[in-house]
């Protein structure tokens, strides 16, 4: 398709419409959410509904505008662009809420509330059933991960974790363990729980970590999702002991990487045996069960790609039961991994969101903001990715931001009646 053939087809298409029409039909509830957040303002001085407020960040990230600052600028804060969300809010707008207004309720936002909209979306998602050709043995698959949101020279808010380099500077950062549900290519955050020090006094108390808040998180996702059956993934870091005993009480399956100069009596026994007898007869794969791992029985698994004159080698370790015929999907269950960096850190750092922007020096207020993206990004896949027509568009990354912002800001729509009579089709 050439420029002007694309150009025909971008047309009088308005993808605000069709963002909307999605939230609509997948998730009707979310705007009401909004609403029912616990509002601690005055309410004889409130202006703007917490449902408005709500929308106008949610949109703005949407479109692409990563600083609050960008919201309340002549590019967003259009007539019509107060019309459009006028309607979707359902309150009579004569100006969009300010960024200071929006900071001021977030700093007080209750974020248990914000989880609460977090499991929300994801459990719309889930019970839609158009994610449900992604499961593996009737289990979703949860990629585990840390991602760094800032570091400073000073410590931002008291809590921050802290690194003593070897000229005796300290560093401090911002950090936050994800939980994403992966289903083709596409990650949505089911979880995030932060990692932060409450109360560090002295250097021989231990800071807070990646492991400790995975276990924190872990009783937090078996309470909301009692039902579903999980695949847990996640680096080297989560091959332990503790953590497979914890997958097994919750009846979860796991796949973890291997690294041989972590588990060095795992790897002693795997490479023996593979040299004895290989249990899979695949070219490249290699297998070996029932290795005894502190009075758990796990499986081990290898491949060697061979691509371009460069051998790579893949090492997992595993639960779930393995043999010639799923040996290959083990493998690439065990590499889904990256696309927690890849379509999930990657996308939000660098490709619309600015992730690592720091939208408020409030600790709550930083973290209300964090939620907001993981939901703008998890709608804004579904638009990407799962609509016929922006697909159709073939559009980059950021020219859908520039598109989603010129319908909302640029063209007067009916948003009162959408057509809800479509599915979301993704790629297999």
């Given at each position: 398709m050439n420029r002007k053939m694309r150009r025909e087809l971008?047309?009088?298409k308005n993808l605000i419409k069709e963002l909307?029409?999605?939230?609509?039909?997948?998730l009707p509830k979310l705007l009401q959410k909004f609403e029912e957040l616990t509002d601690t303002r005055n309410q004889s001085y409130i202006t703007y509904s917490m449902k408005t407020v709500c929308v106008t960040r949610l949109f703005g990230l949407l479109c692409g505008l990563t600083s609050l600052n960008?919201?309340?600028?002549?590019?967003?804060?259009?007539?019509?662009?107060?019309?459009?969300?006028?309607?979707?809010?359902?309150?009579?707008l004569n100006e969009l809420p300010y960024w200071e207004t929006i900071q001021d309720i977030f700093i007080k936002m209750d974020i248990n509330e914000l989880r609460e909209i977090q499991k929300y979306i994801v459990k719309s998602l889930l019970r839609s059933k158009m994610f449900d050709k992604y499961k593996f043995n009737d289990s979703f698959q949860l990629l585990f991960d840390g991602i760094g949101l800032s570091n400073h020279d000073y410590d931002l808010n008291?809590?921050?974790?802290?690194?003593?380099?070897?000229?005796?500077?300290?560093?401090?950062?911002?950090?936050?363990?994800?939980?994403?549900?992966?289903?083709?290519?596409?990650?949505?955050s089911l979880d995030s729980e932060f990692i932060e020090n409450e109360e560090v006094n002295n250097e021989t108390q231990k800071q807070d970590c990646e492991t400790k808040a995975f276990k924190r998180m872990m009783k937090r996702i078996k309470k909301n999702y009692p039902k579903y059956k999980f695949i847990i993934t996640g680096d080297a870091l989560y091959a332990t002991t503790p953590i497979i005993n914890l997958c097994k009480q919750n009846k979860w399956n796991f796949i973890f990487n291997f690294k041989p100069e972590r588990?060095?009596?795992?790897?002693?026994?795997?490479?023996?045996?593979?040299?004895?007898?290989?249990?899979?007869?695949?070219?490249?794969?290699?297998?070996?069960?029932?290795?005894?791992?502190?009075?758990?029985?796990i499986h081990a698994v290898k491949y060697i790609e061979k691509k371009n004159k460069k051998e790579t080698t893949f090492r997992?370790?595993?639960?779930?039961?393995?043999?010639?015929?799923?040996?290959?999907d083990i493998i690439q269950l065990g590499r889904n991994r990256w696309k927690i960096e890849n379509n999930g850190f990657h996308m939000q750092?660098?490709?619309?969101?600015?992730?690592?922007?720091?939208n408020s020096r409030n600790d709550n207020a930083l973290k209300c903001h964090?939620?907001?993206?993981?939901?703008?990004?998890?709608?804004?896949?579904?638009?990407?990715?799962?609509?016929?027509?922006?697909?159709?568009?073939?559009?980059?990354?950021?020219?859908v931001s520039d598109f989603i912002l010129n319908s909302l800001t640029s063209i007067s729509s009916d948003l009162n009646h959408l057509e809800t009579n479509f599915q979301l089709r993704f790629d297999t």
């Open positions: 971008r047309k009088d909307y029409s999605i939230i609509q039909k997948y960008a919201i309340s600028k002549d590019k967003f804060n259009t007539d019509i662009c107060i019309q459009n969300l006028s309607t979707i809010c359902k309150q009579n008291n809590n921050c974790l802290k690194r003593k380099h070897k000229d005796g500077k300290v560093s401090y950062y911002k950090y936050v363990l994800e939980c994403k549900l992966v289903v083709g290519n596409i990650v949505i588990l060095k009596e795992v790897n002693r026994s795997f490479e023996g045996n593979i040299k004895l007898l290989n249990e899979t007869t695949l070219p490249y794969y290699y297998l070996s069960t029932n290795i005894e791992f502190n009075n758990n029985l997992y370790i595993t639960d779930l039961f393995v043999q010639d015929d799923n040996i290959k750092k660098h490709g619309t969101f600015d992730i690592t922007h720091l964090y939620f907001f993206i993981q939901f703008a990004h998890t709608i804004r896949q579904l638009l990407e990715q799962g609509n016929i027509l922006t697909k159709s568009l073939n559009l980059k990354i950021k020219e």
